[in-house]
């Protein structure tokens, strides 16, 4: 599994990455490398900065200092878009859809960059049988088909999370970033969207923000776990378990 | 808020396809038919000036409705348009060459698109407050630049030129306003077409999803600056063509084409047609237009009824007139309209005693120091007479209260029609 057996550079490498919101410092010393085909789970207790993590290697904020590299290119500095054009695509905390936009219309817009129809305005967007199919095939994954029609604001919350992971996996990334998708669901719609999750990412790069740790355990290859936002472990399930300063710092507490 | 922008037709069914063809033809059998129907010079005139607002409300639409860019400018690319029309007009005389006056409105076009595709990129940096406030700084800038750049403008006066001067297309002169009114139709029907594909396109589909979260577009690939800036320049263009028209249809091109108060018309026009809805815009020009030439004859006031009906559309409507109109669609689907119709029928007469009350004090205080009489649907009213204040605030107090009980009667009704709809499916 690991990038150094197969020889090739790891999906995602942080390293000594700072951010700093003023003079407050909420990412320190922020090494962290996710190989190829891995799925890396990412945990904390709350503010620990994850999705401040998440923010730094999308390209969302830009890190004080310290290089991101996606692939072995350094993508640090670069805008979002373009870091997403070189495969590497992230869900939000809070769902972060096209309100206004049927279901359809949200997997659709996530579909158009990736299948080279970019910003054209000679084409008619409904007579592409590739992103037809390609949104159809989505839309039925993340069992939304029978919504299709209806704008995502008026989604039920569950519903908004799975439009928020198919819109992530639309584009069809390679290296995909979902940060807590299983939030506020019920128990069933975990295990639903868990399967789901694991399904859409098969043979991709997965890096996941979770707080249910039987999720963690289960679905993880690796875990980092993320202390006032320094890594203070990072290893195969069975070593974090066992790690003293992860039990200490995270484990012993109550799981949030 | 649905359909028209949002809804996702992928395979139409055939009665769909067939309707919304029907739509169009029926829309362009209309413009053919309407001046045997009314052929009146004043019609004529009046649905010249339509046919050229609703090109330049549906140019501004693609920025507000679709885009989501609010601009206090639009004007300019409008304005731009009929001086470049102007321009080649009488380059085309002085010249020789052989283009005829039909073609004049691409050059307008383009004249919006030049100054939208030179400016544009600084504009749409940013959206929101950011780019508003840019198109008013612009807006004013280039208002006030035509005045000073006499040679490009003509000051005060303007540029005139004489559309009959150009090249006869099929035998036709366009001397007559007939003739005009067909090639504004014809400009019109294109451009509706042009702009109608284009939100059909995947530059189109980006642009609404820019506009309903800019953020989460620049991770699906998408440079929002990028889609935003292109929406600007096709609203440009299409604004230029408007303006090409006018100066087609004036015969002259003035600094007045690209002001502050063009501006707000467009946005005015739009927004009380409804953005959401492609044909919005279209209601709105129609209404503002025509509204426009039969209120400035009847009140000096005009503006002040335009600022209530803004008013009134924004608090109550913000969906405009069209989007009033959609609404009633589950219902008509679930076929439980009629649960709603009476109670629209009772509202009627008080809803119109409150306008009626409304109009008269507004005449009333208009009125009063030059003592013209007012003349609400062939009533005379005295402007100093007690009577009339009594008979306007007994109108206005009378007709709010019974008015609002009727309208919370309809409100009511929406409600247990709309359940019902939803309860058969018929509510997204
Ligand atoms: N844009 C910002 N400006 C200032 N502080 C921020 C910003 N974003 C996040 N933070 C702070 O960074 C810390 C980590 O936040 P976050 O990454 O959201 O934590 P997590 O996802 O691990 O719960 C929090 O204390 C939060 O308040
Ligand atoms: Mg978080």
């Known amino acids: 599994m690991s990038g150094a057996v197969s020889g090739k550079s790891p999906a995602i490498e942080v390293h000594a990455v700072e951010k700093r919101f003023g003079n407050v410092g909420i990412i320190r010393d922020l090494n962290l490398s996710v190989a190829q085909g891995e799925r890396h789970a990412i945990i904390g207790p709350n503010g620990a900065g994850k999705s401040t993590t998440f923010n730094l290697i999308s390209g969302h904020i830009k890190p004080t200092s310290g290089e991101v590299r996606l692939n072995g290119d350094l993508i640090s500095g670069l805008q979002p878009f373009e870091i997403n054009r070189r495969g590497l695509s992230r869900s939000f905390q809070v769902t972060n859809v096209f309100a206004r936009m049927s279901v359809w219309e949200n997997v659709r817009c996530a579909v158009l960059w990736a299948t080279g129809h970019r910003y054209a305005f000679w084409k008619n967007v409904d007579s592409l049988p590739e992103v037809r199919e390609r949104t159809a095939q989505i839309l039925d994954d993340i069992h939304l088909t029978h919504r299709r029609d209806v704008p995502a604001g008026l989604l039920t919350y569950a519903e908004q999370r799975e439009l928020e992971i198919g819109i992530t996996i639309a584009s069809g990334a390679t290296v995909v970033m979902l940060d807590e998708p299983t939030a506020g669901m019920s128990h069933a719609e975990t295990d639903r969207a868990v399967s789901l999750i694991r399904r859409l990412t098969e043979g991709k790069t997965l890096v996941i923000v979770e707080h249910d740790m039987s999720v963690v355990f289960g679905l993880a290859d690796r875990i980092s776990v993320l202390v006032y936002g320094h890594i203070i472990a990072s290893g195969t399930p069975e070593e974090i378990r066992r790690d003293p300063k992860v039990k200490e710092a995270y484990l012993g507490e109550e799981a949030h | ?428």
């Open chain 2, 1 to 428: 808020m649905t359909a028209a922008t949002t809804s996702s037709v992928t395979a139409k069914p055939a009665g769909e396809n067939l309707r919304f063809y029907g739509i169009w033809l029926i829309g362009i059998a209309a413009l053919i038919v309407l001046p045997q129907v009314f052929s009146s010079g004043g019609s004529l005139t009046s649905f010249s000036l339509i046919g050229i607002a609703i090109v330049f409300a549906l140019s501004y639409n693609i920025l507000l409705g679709q885009t989501g860019l609010l601009s206090f400018g639009h004007a300019v690319h409008y304005g731009l348009g009929g001086f470049a029309a102007c321009h080649m007009m009488n380059a085309v005389v002085s010249r020789g060459w052989p283009i005829p006056l039909p073609f004049i409105p691409l050059f307008g076009g383009i004249g919006g698109l030049v100054f939208a595709m030179i400016i544009g990129w600084v504009m749409t940096k940013r959206a929101g407050t950011v780019f508003a406030m840019i198109s008013l700084g612009i807006g004013e800038l280039v208002a006030s630049s035509s005045l000073i750049l006499r040679s490009v403008f003509g000051g005060e006066s303007g540029i005139t030129t004489d559309r009959t001067a150009l090249p006869k297309m099929l035998g036709w002169s366009f001397g007559p306003q007939l003739q005009v009114y067909y090639l504004i139709s014809f400009w019109l029907v294109l451009s509706a077409i042009a702009m109608y594909a284009l939100t059909r396109t995947p530059l189109g589909r980006i642009s609404n999803a820019v506009r309903d979260n800019p953020e989460r577009v620049q991770f699906i690939g998408y440079d929002p600056h990028v889609v935003r800036y292109l929406a600007y320049c096709f609203a440009g263009f299409f604004a230029g063509v408007a303006g090409g028209l006018t100066a087609i249809n004036f015969e002259i091109a003035n600094s007045a084409l690209l002001g502050a108060i063009q501006s707000g018309l467009v946005l005015f026009s739009t927004f009380i047609g409804g953005t959401a809805f492609f044909f919005g815009p279209i209601l709105g020009a129609i209404l503002v237009t025509y509204l426009q030439l039969g209120l400035t004859n009847l009140t000096t006031a005009w503006q002040l009824y335009f600022g209530i009906i803004f008013i009134g559309i924004v608090m109550y409507a913000p969906g405009g007139i069209a989007g009033l109109l959609m609404m009633h669609r589950p219902l008509i689907r679930a076929g439980t309209l009629w649960t709603v119709i009476p109670s629209y029928l009772v509202a009627i007469v008080p809803t119109v005693a409150l306008a009626c009350g409304v109009i008269l004090t507004i005449e009333t205080v208009a009125r009063y120091s030059g003592g013209d009489p007012i003349n609400l649907f062939g009533i005379p009213f005295n402007p100093t007479s007690p009577m009339t204040w009594l008979t306007a605030a007994v109108l206005v107090v009378g007709g709010a209260f019974v008015a609002r009980l009727t309208w919370r009667r309809i409100a009511e009704a929406w409600d247990r029609a709309a359940t019902v709809a939803r309860d058969r499916g018929y509510l997204a």
